[in-house]
Protein backbone atom coordinates (compact mmCIF):
# COMPACT_ATOMS: atom_id res chain seq x y z
CA UNK A 1 0.00 0.00 0.00
CA UNK A 2 1.18 3.67 -0.50
CA UNK A 3 -0.02 4.42 2.67
CA UNK A 4 2.42 1.97 4.54
CA UNK A 5 5.84 3.56 2.29
CA UNK A 6 4.39 6.71 3.82
CA UNK A 7 4.67 5.64 7.32
CA UNK A 8 7.64 3.64 6.95
CA UNK A 9 9.84 6.78 5.72
CA UNK A 10 8.06 8.51 8.71
CA UNK A 11 9.37 6.03 11.36
CA UNK A 12 12.71 6.23 9.44
CA UNK A 13 12.99 9.46 9.93
CA UNK A 14 12.21 9.77 13.75
CA UNK A 15 15.30 11.17 14.82
CA UNK A 16 15.61 13.83 12.05
CA UNK A 17 12.13 15.67 12.50
CA UNK A 18 13.20 15.53 16.32
CA UNK A 19 16.23 17.15 15.32
CA UNK A 20 14.33 19.29 13.98
CA UNK A 21 11.79 19.94 15.95
CA UNK A 22 14.36 20.69 18.82
CA UNK A 23 16.00 23.75 16.27
CA UNK A 24 12.27 25.46 16.22
CA UNK A 25 12.12 25.37 19.96
CA UNK A 26 14.88 27.06 20.18
CA UNK A 27 13.70 30.24 18.59
CA UNK A 28 11.67 32.37 21.61
CA UNK A 29 8.94 33.55 19.56
CA UNK A 30 7.77 34.90 22.19
CA UNK A 31 4.77 37.15 20.79
CA UNK A 32 3.85 39.12 23.86
CA UNK A 33 7.25 40.72 24.30
CA UNK A 34 7.54 42.51 21.08
CA UNK A 35 10.57 44.50 22.22
CA UNK A 36 12.79 41.51 23.40
CA UNK A 37 11.44 38.60 21.12
CA UNK A 38 10.66 40.75 17.46
CA UNK A 39 13.74 39.77 15.55
CA UNK A 40 12.97 36.09 16.72
CA UNK A 41 9.37 35.73 15.98
CA UNK A 42 10.20 37.44 12.56
CA UNK A 43 13.06 34.48 12.24
CA UNK A 44 10.89 31.47 13.63
CA UNK A 45 8.34 32.60 10.70
CA UNK A 46 11.01 31.64 8.28
CA UNK A 47 11.98 28.58 9.92
CA UNK A 48 8.39 27.42 9.36
CA UNK A 49 8.56 29.00 5.55
CA UNK A 50 11.61 26.89 5.01
CA UNK A 51 10.48 24.09 6.63
CA UNK A 52 7.65 23.85 4.55
CA UNK A 53 9.66 24.45 1.51
CA UNK A 54 11.92 22.22 2.30
CA UNK A 55 8.99 19.74 2.90
CA UNK A 56 8.23 19.84 -0.80
CA UNK A 57 5.12 22.52 -0.22
CA UNK A 58 5.04 25.39 -2.87
CA UNK A 59 3.87 29.01 -3.08
CA UNK A 60 5.60 29.40 0.27
CA UNK A 61 5.71 32.76 1.35
CA UNK A 62 5.26 35.32 4.86
CA UNK A 63 1.57 37.03 4.89
CA UNK A 64 2.46 40.51 6.28
CA UNK A 65 -0.34 41.81 8.77
CA UNK A 66 0.35 44.73 10.76
CA UNK A 67 1.62 42.27 13.45
CA UNK A 68 3.15 39.23 13.29
CA UNK A 69 3.83 37.17 9.65
CA UNK A 70 1.91 34.71 9.07
CA UNK A 71 3.36 31.35 7.16
CA UNK A 72 1.31 30.82 4.50
CA UNK A 73 1.96 27.90 1.80
CA UNK A 74 0.49 24.96 -0.23
CA UNK A 75 0.29 22.02 -2.61
CA UNK A 76 -2.48 21.76 -5.48
CA UNK A 77 -2.10 19.39 -7.36
CA UNK A 78 -4.16 16.08 -6.38
CA UNK A 79 -6.22 16.34 -9.24
CA UNK A 80 -9.60 16.67 -9.96
CA UNK A 81 -12.30 16.61 -7.49
CA UNK A 82 -9.91 15.86 -4.73
CA UNK A 83 -10.84 17.70 -1.84
CA UNK A 84 -8.40 20.16 0.23
CA UNK A 85 -7.46 20.94 3.67
CA UNK A 86 -6.20 23.99 5.50
CA UNK A 87 -3.81 23.26 8.13
CA UNK A 88 -3.71 25.73 10.95
CA UNK A 89 -1.46 26.26 13.73
CA UNK A 90 0.71 28.85 16.07
CA UNK A 91 4.70 29.37 15.93
CA UNK A 92 4.54 32.15 18.50
CA UNK A 93 4.25 30.28 22.35
CA UNK A 94 3.98 32.05 25.50
CA UNK A 95 6.58 34.03 27.71
CA UNK A 96 8.49 31.48 29.56
CA UNK A 97 8.76 33.28 33.14
CA UNK A 98 9.17 32.72 35.31
CA UNK A 99 12.51 31.28 34.85
CA UNK A 100 14.23 29.89 38.22
CA UNK A 101 10.62 27.34 37.98
CA UNK A 102 12.15 25.75 34.76
CA UNK A 103 14.47 22.66 35.33
CA UNK A 104 16.03 23.07 32.63
CA UNK A 105 16.15 26.69 29.91
CA UNK A 106 12.91 27.39 28.23
CA UNK A 107 14.64 27.25 25.09
CA UNK A 108 17.07 24.61 25.22
CA UNK A 109 15.16 21.57 23.98
CA UNK A 110 15.68 18.80 26.40
CA UNK A 111 14.72 15.33 26.67
CA UNK A 112 13.51 13.75 30.06
CA UNK A 113 11.88 10.43 30.92
CA UNK A 114 10.39 10.58 27.10
CA UNK A 115 9.23 14.25 27.32
CA UNK A 116 10.74 16.53 25.55
CA UNK A 117 10.64 19.90 27.43
CA UNK A 118 10.79 23.24 25.74
CA UNK A 119 8.40 26.59 25.45
CA UNK A 120 5.87 25.78 23.08
CA UNK A 121 6.65 21.77 22.93
CA UNK A 122 3.10 21.13 23.01
CA UNK A 123 1.71 24.50 22.30
CA UNK A 124 1.74 24.55 19.21
CA UNK A 125 5.13 24.32 17.74
CA UNK A 126 5.57 20.41 18.51
CA UNK A 127 2.21 19.63 17.55
CA UNK A 128 2.06 22.02 14.44
CA UNK A 129 5.54 21.27 12.94
CA UNK A 130 4.03 17.09 13.05
CA UNK A 131 1.64 18.38 9.81
CA UNK A 132 4.78 20.00 8.24
CA UNK A 133 6.43 16.42 8.40
CA UNK A 134 3.95 14.66 7.47
CA UNK A 135 3.36 16.41 4.32
CA UNK A 136 7.08 15.75 3.91
CA UNK A 137 6.58 12.09 4.33
CA UNK A 138 4.03 12.10 1.32
CA UNK A 139 5.79 14.59 -1.49
CA UNK A 140 9.24 12.99 -0.38
CA UNK A 141 7.69 9.44 -0.57
CA UNK A 142 5.66 9.43 -3.75
CA UNK A 143 5.73 13.32 -4.86
CA UNK A 144 2.41 13.78 -3.99
CA UNK A 145 -0.67 14.46 -1.59
CA UNK A 146 -3.41 12.51 -1.63
CA UNK A 147 -5.39 15.91 -1.52
CA UNK A 148 -4.36 19.61 -2.03
CA UNK A 149 -3.02 20.77 1.10
CA UNK A 150 -2.60 24.49 2.21
CA UNK A 151 -0.94 25.67 5.62
CA UNK A 152 -1.77 28.91 7.26
CA UNK A 153 0.63 29.04 10.56
CA UNK A 154 -0.06 32.32 12.47
CA UNK A 155 2.44 34.44 14.71
CA UNK A 156 -0.16 36.10 17.39
CA UNK A 157 -2.09 33.11 18.67
CA UNK A 158 -1.31 33.89 22.32
CA UNK A 159 -2.10 37.03 22.06
CA UNK A 160 -5.07 37.17 20.96
CA UNK A 161 -5.01 36.91 17.18
CA UNK A 162 -5.83 40.75 16.55
CA UNK A 163 -4.56 40.40 13.04
CA UNK A 164 -5.72 37.64 12.01
CA UNK A 165 -9.84 37.89 11.17
CA UNK A 166 -8.53 40.51 8.69
CA UNK A 167 -6.09 38.31 7.03
CA UNK A 168 -8.48 35.81 7.06
CA UNK A 169 -10.98 38.26 5.15
CA UNK A 170 -8.56 39.43 2.33
CA UNK A 171 -7.65 36.24 1.59
CA UNK A 172 -10.12 34.32 1.59
CA UNK A 173 -9.83 33.22 -2.39
CA UNK A 174 -6.81 31.59 -1.22
CA UNK A 175 -7.82 29.98 1.89
CA UNK A 176 -10.77 28.01 0.18
CA UNK A 177 -10.93 24.50 1.34
CA UNK A 178 -13.07 21.88 2.48
CA UNK A 179 -12.18 21.01 5.78
CA UNK A 180 -9.78 22.47 8.71
CA UNK A 181 -6.99 20.42 10.47
CA UNK A 182 -5.59 21.78 13.88
CA UNK A 183 -3.33 20.52 16.73
CA UNK A 184 -3.77 22.44 19.12
CA UNK A 185 -5.70 20.17 22.10
CA UNK A 186 -5.16 16.89 23.88
CA UNK A 187 -5.69 14.00 23.95
CA UNK A 188 -7.60 12.18 27.07
CA UNK A 189 -4.28 10.60 28.35
CA UNK A 190 -1.50 8.90 27.55
CA UNK A 191 -2.15 6.38 24.59
CA UNK A 192 -5.91 7.50 24.37
CA UNK A 193 -6.18 9.91 21.39
CA UNK A 194 -8.80 12.23 21.16
CA UNK A 195 -10.47 14.63 18.85
CA UNK A 196 -11.91 17.74 20.41
CA UNK A 197 -15.44 18.67 19.38
CA UNK A 198 -16.07 21.87 20.95
CA UNK A 199 -14.32 24.98 22.50
CA UNK A 200 -15.17 27.80 24.54
CA UNK A 201 -15.16 31.34 23.77
CA UNK A 202 -13.19 34.15 25.82
CA UNK A 203 -13.64 37.74 26.33
CA UNK A 204 -10.39 39.63 28.26
CA UNK A 205 -10.71 42.69 30.30
CA UNK A 206 -8.19 45.37 31.90
CA UNK A 207 -9.84 46.69 35.13
CA UNK A 208 -8.28 50.03 36.20
CA UNK A 209 -9.84 51.55 39.64
CA UNK A 210 -8.83 55.10 39.84
CA UNK A 211 -8.90 57.28 42.96
CA UNK A 212 -7.14 60.21 44.95
CA UNK A 213 -4.90 62.52 42.35
CA UNK A 214 -1.81 61.05 44.31
CA UNK A 215 -1.18 57.82 46.53
CA UNK A 216 -2.16 59.30 50.04
CA UNK A 217 -0.60 59.14 53.68
CA UNK A 218 -2.80 55.81 55.05
CA UNK A 219 -2.53 57.62 58.75
CA UNK A 220 -3.61 61.31 57.80
CA UNK A 221 -6.36 60.36 54.73
CA UNK A 222 -6.99 56.67 55.53
CA UNK A 223 -10.74 56.56 56.39
CA UNK A 224 -11.75 59.39 54.81
CA UNK A 225 -12.29 58.05 51.16
CA UNK A 226 -12.74 54.69 49.45
CA UNK A 227 -9.14 52.78 48.77
CA UNK A 228 -8.94 52.00 45.29
CA UNK A 229 -7.59 48.60 46.33
CA UNK A 230 -10.45 47.86 48.49
CA UNK A 231 -12.76 49.09 46.53
CA UNK A 232 -11.42 46.58 43.56
CA UNK A 233 -11.70 43.78 45.33
CA UNK A 234 -15.15 44.53 46.75
CA UNK A 235 -16.75 45.13 43.28
CA UNK A 236 -15.14 42.33 42.25
CA UNK A 237 -16.30 39.77 44.87
CA UNK A 238 -19.97 40.46 44.12
CA UNK A 239 -19.43 39.18 40.33
CA UNK A 240 -19.78 35.49 41.95
CA UNK A 241 -22.35 34.11 44.67
CA UNK A 242 -20.04 32.62 47.70
CA UNK A 243 -22.51 30.15 48.05
CA UNK A 244 -23.87 29.20 44.71
CA UNK A 245 -20.46 29.66 42.56
CA UNK A 246 -23.23 31.49 39.74
CA UNK A 247 -21.77 34.87 38.09
CA UNK A 248 -23.93 38.09 39.11
CA UNK A 249 -23.18 39.42 36.02
CA UNK A 250 -27.25 40.38 35.21
CA UNK A 251 -27.66 37.88 31.75
CA UNK A 252 -24.36 37.16 32.18
CA UNK A 253 -26.34 32.99 31.56
CA UNK A 254 -28.79 33.96 28.63
CA UNK A 255 -29.12 31.94 25.99
CA UNK A 256 -27.29 28.83 27.32
CA UNK A 257 -29.08 25.69 26.63
CA UNK A 258 -27.10 22.66 27.91
CA UNK A 259 -28.85 19.26 26.96
CA UNK A 260 -29.21 15.90 28.35
CA UNK A 261 -26.77 14.68 25.78
CA UNK A 262 -24.24 17.48 26.64
CA UNK A 263 -23.84 16.22 30.18
CA UNK A 264 -24.23 12.55 29.15
CA UNK A 265 -21.03 13.54 26.60
CA UNK A 266 -18.91 15.18 29.29
CA UNK A 267 -19.76 12.51 32.09
CA UNK A 268 -18.55 9.72 29.40
CA UNK A 269 -15.32 11.53 28.07
CA UNK A 270 -14.80 14.15 31.17
CA UNK A 271 -11.96 13.20 34.16
CA UNK A 272 -13.97 12.66 37.08
CA UNK A 273 -13.64 15.26 40.14
CA UNK A 274 -10.89 13.39 41.44
CA UNK A 275 -8.84 13.69 38.84
CA UNK A 276 -9.04 17.69 38.96
CA UNK A 277 -7.96 17.45 42.79
CA UNK A 278 -5.04 15.13 42.28
CA UNK A 279 -4.09 17.06 39.30
CA UNK A 280 -4.04 20.39 40.92
CA UNK A 281 -3.00 19.24 44.33
CA UNK A 282 -6.01 20.96 46.24
CA UNK A 283 -7.78 19.88 48.68
CA UNK A 284 -11.08 21.14 48.07
CA UNK A 285 -13.00 21.98 44.45
CA UNK A 286 -15.34 24.68 43.97
CA UNK A 287 -17.31 26.13 41.78
CA UNK A 288 -20.45 26.66 39.74
CA UNK A 289 -23.46 24.09 41.97
CA UNK A 290 -24.89 21.35 40.48
CA UNK A 291 -22.14 20.71 37.83
CA UNK A 292 -19.31 18.52 38.13
CA UNK A 293 -15.82 20.04 37.66
CA UNK A 294 -15.40 17.86 34.02
CA UNK A 295 -18.98 19.71 33.03
CA UNK A 296 -17.54 23.12 34.83
CA UNK A 297 -14.59 23.14 32.61
CA UNK A 298 -16.18 22.70 29.40
CA UNK A 299 -20.00 23.24 28.90
CA UNK A 300 -20.44 25.60 31.60
CA UNK A 301 -18.77 29.56 31.54
CA UNK A 302 -16.47 30.99 33.90
CA UNK A 303 -15.86 34.23 35.05
CA UNK A 304 -11.86 34.68 36.49
CA UNK A 305 -9.81 36.74 37.92
CA UNK A 306 -6.30 36.13 36.12
CA UNK A 307 -4.20 39.36 37.71
CA UNK A 308 -4.70 42.02 40.65
CA UNK A 309 -2.28 44.47 41.55
CA UNK A 310 -2.34 47.60 43.12
CA UNK A 311 -0.85 50.08 46.41
CA UNK A 312 2.91 49.00 47.20
CA UNK A 313 4.18 45.17 46.73
CA UNK A 314 8.05 46.04 47.90
CA UNK A 315 9.89 44.72 50.89
CA UNK A 316 8.64 45.61 54.44
CA UNK A 317 5.78 48.03 55.11
CA UNK A 318 4.41 51.41 53.52
CA UNK A 319 1.34 53.08 54.93
CA UNK A 320 -0.18 54.07 51.93
CA UNK A 321 -3.17 54.57 50.15
CA UNK A 322 -2.91 54.25 46.68
CA UNK A 323 -4.21 56.25 43.81
CA UNK A 324 -4.89 53.91 41.57
CA UNK A 325 -5.51 49.61 41.29
CA UNK A 326 -5.89 46.88 38.29
CA UNK A 327 -6.97 43.92 37.57
CA UNK A 328 -7.21 41.48 34.76
CA UNK A 329 -10.48 39.97 34.13
CA UNK A 330 -11.63 36.97 31.59
CA UNK A 331 -14.25 34.73 30.75
CA UNK A 332 -14.84 31.59 29.33
CA UNK A 333 -17.95 31.44 27.18
CA UNK A 334 -20.52 28.90 25.81
CA UNK A 335 -22.58 28.65 23.23
CA UNK A 336 -25.03 30.85 23.35
CA UNK A 337 -24.10 33.17 25.23
CA UNK A 338 -23.16 36.68 23.73
CA UNK A 339 -20.05 38.13 24.35
CA UNK A 340 -21.35 41.85 23.34
CA UNK A 341 -24.13 41.75 25.44
CA UNK A 342 -21.77 40.52 28.50
CA UNK A 343 -19.41 43.12 27.86
CA UNK A 344 -21.88 45.64 28.42
CA UNK A 345 -23.48 43.89 31.08
CA UNK A 346 -20.11 43.57 33.26
CA UNK A 347 -19.10 47.14 32.47
CA UNK A 348 -22.61 48.36 33.72
CA UNK A 349 -22.84 46.04 36.96
CA UNK A 350 -18.95 46.61 37.77
CA UNK A 351 -19.31 50.39 38.04
CA UNK A 352 -23.00 50.08 39.85
CA UNK A 353 -21.49 48.55 42.74
CA UNK A 354 -18.07 50.61 43.02
CA UNK A 355 -17.45 52.17 46.19
CA UNK A 356 -18.09 56.01 46.20
CA UNK A 357 -15.75 58.75 44.94
CA UNK A 358 -13.85 55.88 42.59
CA UNK A 359 -13.66 55.94 38.85
CA UNK A 360 -13.61 52.33 37.46
CA UNK A 361 -12.59 51.89 33.68
CA UNK A 362 -13.04 48.58 31.96
CA UNK A 363 -11.13 47.87 29.01
CA UNK A 364 -11.98 44.63 26.75
CA UNK A 365 -8.80 43.48 25.56
CA UNK A 366 -9.74 40.15 23.19
CA UNK A 367 -13.07 38.72 22.65
CA UNK A 368 -13.31 35.28 20.82
CA UNK A 369 -16.41 32.95 20.05
CA UNK A 370 -16.83 29.61 20.82
CA UNK A 371 -17.23 26.73 18.32
CA UNK A 372 -18.68 22.94 17.95
CA UNK A 373 -18.08 20.11 15.71
CA UNK A 374 -20.75 18.79 14.21
CA UNK A 375 -19.64 14.89 15.32
CA UNK A 376 -21.21 13.57 11.99
CA UNK A 377 -18.77 15.71 10.14
CA UNK A 378 -17.62 13.06 7.60
CA UNK A 379 -13.78 14.29 7.84
CA UNK A 380 -14.42 12.76 11.53
CA UNK A 381 -14.71 9.67 10.26
CA UNK A 382 -11.42 10.15 8.34
CA UNK A 383 -9.35 11.48 11.56
CA UNK A 384 -11.30 8.43 13.59
CA UNK A 385 -9.43 6.39 11.52
CA UNK A 386 -6.26 8.01 11.35
CA UNK A 387 -5.98 8.11 15.31
CA UNK A 388 -7.25 4.50 15.64
CA UNK A 389 -4.39 2.95 13.33
CA UNK A 390 -1.57 5.11 14.63
CA UNK A 391 -2.59 4.82 18.58
CA UNK A 392 -4.10 1.26 18.02
CA UNK A 393 -6.97 2.64 20.25
CA UNK A 394 -10.29 4.68 19.12
CA UNK A 395 -10.74 8.31 19.95
CA UNK A 396 -12.88 9.61 22.25
CA UNK A 397 -14.42 13.29 21.42
CA UNK A 398 -13.46 16.08 24.04
CA UNK A 399 -15.43 19.38 25.16
CA UNK A 400 -11.97 21.21 25.55
CA UNK A 401 -12.59 24.29 28.02
CA UNK A 402 -9.50 26.48 26.36
CA UNK A 403 -10.24 28.71 23.53
CA UNK A 404 -8.75 28.93 19.85
CA UNK A 405 -11.16 31.33 18.30
CA UNK A 406 -9.93 30.92 14.91
CA UNK A 407 -12.05 27.24 14.83
CA UNK A 408 -15.74 30.25 14.75
CA UNK A 409 -13.94 32.34 12.64
CA UNK A 410 -13.18 29.52 10.00
CA UNK A 411 -16.95 28.67 10.28
CA UNK A 412 -18.09 32.41 9.82
CA UNK A 413 -15.77 33.22 6.98
CA UNK A 414 -14.72 30.31 5.17
CA UNK A 415 -18.06 28.02 5.90
CA UNK A 416 -15.95 25.62 7.08
CA UNK A 417 -15.88 23.06 9.89
CA UNK A 418 -12.17 22.07 11.86
CA UNK A 419 -11.07 18.70 12.78
CA UNK A 420 -9.38 19.52 16.20
CA UNK A 421 -7.06 16.14 16.54
CA UNK A 422 -4.79 17.16 19.60
CA UNK A 423 -1.34 15.49 20.65
CA UNK A 424 -0.27 17.38 23.82
CA UNK A 425 -1.67 16.13 27.32
CA UNK A 426 -3.40 18.43 29.57
CA UNK A 427 -0.65 17.32 31.94
CA UNK A 428 2.06 19.12 29.72
CA UNK A 429 2.39 22.47 31.49
CA UNK A 430 0.92 24.21 28.83
CA UNK A 431 1.90 28.17 29.34
CA UNK A 432 3.69 27.49 32.30
CA UNK A 433 7.08 26.63 33.53
CA UNK A 434 8.49 23.11 32.20
CA UNK A 435 6.12 23.10 29.10
CA UNK A 436 6.32 19.49 27.43
CA UNK A 437 5.59 16.82 24.52
CA UNK A 438 5.86 13.61 25.09
CA UNK A 439 8.08 12.13 21.98
CA UNK A 440 6.06 9.70 21.26
CA UNK A 441 3.23 12.08 20.78
CA UNK A 442 5.18 13.88 18.42
CA UNK A 443 6.00 11.20 16.53
CA UNK A 444 2.52 9.71 16.27
CA UNK A 445 0.91 13.02 15.29
CA UNK A 446 3.32 12.84 12.20
CA UNK A 447 1.93 9.24 11.57
CA UNK A 448 -1.67 10.43 12.55
CA UNK A 449 -1.41 13.67 10.09
CA UNK A 450 -0.25 11.39 7.23
CA UNK A 451 -2.48 8.72 7.67
CA UNK A 452 -5.39 11.97 8.24
CA UNK A 453 -4.79 12.96 4.41
CA UNK A 454 -4.68 9.80 2.94
CA UNK A 455 -7.93 8.93 4.41
CA UNK A 456 -10.22 11.93 4.11
CA UNK A 457 -9.39 11.78 0.61
CA UNK A 458 -12.00 8.83 1.11
CA UNK A 459 -14.84 10.71 2.54
CA UNK A 460 -17.51 12.92 0.49
CA UNK A 461 -16.38 16.33 1.81
N1 LIG B 1 -3.68 25.72 22.50
C1 LIG B 1 -4.36 26.63 23.36
C2 LIG B 1 -5.82 26.26 23.56
C3 LIG B 1 -5.99 25.05 24.42
C4 LIG B 1 -5.71 25.15 25.77
C5 LIG B 1 -6.39 23.86 23.90
C6 LIG B 1 -5.82 24.03 26.57
C7 LIG B 1 -6.49 22.74 24.70
C8 LIG B 1 -6.20 22.83 26.05
C9 LIG B 1 -4.22 28.04 22.80
O1 LIG B 1 -2.91 28.30 22.37
C10 LIG B 1 -4.52 29.03 23.89
O2 LIG B 1 -3.72 29.15 24.79
N2 LIG B 1 -5.65 29.73 23.81
C11 LIG B 1 -5.95 30.78 24.74
C12 LIG B 1 -6.87 31.77 24.11
C13 LIG B 1 -6.20 32.77 23.22
C14 LIG B 1 -7.25 33.70 22.64
C15 LIG B 1 -5.11 33.55 23.91
C16 LIG B 1 -6.68 30.24 25.93
O3 LIG B 1 -7.43 29.26 25.82
O4 LIG B 1 -6.52 30.84 26.99
MN1 LIG C 1 -2.14 26.81 21.19
MN1 LIG D 1 -1.66 28.73 24.20
Not at 18 to 44: M, N, T, W, Y
Not at 369 to 374: D, H, Q, Y
Not at 404 to 413: D, G, M, S
Request: charged share 25%; with cysteine; hydrophobic share 40%.
Amino acid sequence: MPEDAVISYVKANQERNLQQLFDLLRIPSVSAQPAKHGKDVERCATFVADSLRDAGMENVRLVQTPGNPIVYADWLHAGEGAPTVLVYGHYDVQPPEPLDLWTSPPFEPTIRDGKLYARGATDDKGQMFAHVKAVEAHLKTHGKLPVNVKFFIEGEEEVGSKNLDRAIEELRKELACDVVLVSDTAMKGEGQPAITYSLRGLIYFQVDVTGPSSDLHSGTWGGSLANPNEALVQALAKMKDPKTGKVKIPGFYDGIKVTKEDRAAVAKSGYPDSYYKKSMAIKALWGEKGWSAAERTSIRPTFEVNGIYGGYQGDGAKTVIPAHAHAKVSMRLVGGQNPEKITRSFEKYLKSVALPGVEVKVTRLSAGFGAKVPLDHPAMQAATKALSDTFGKKPVYLAEGGSIPVVATFQKLLGVNTILMGFGLHDENLHAPDEHIRVANYQRGIEASARFLHEVAKVPL
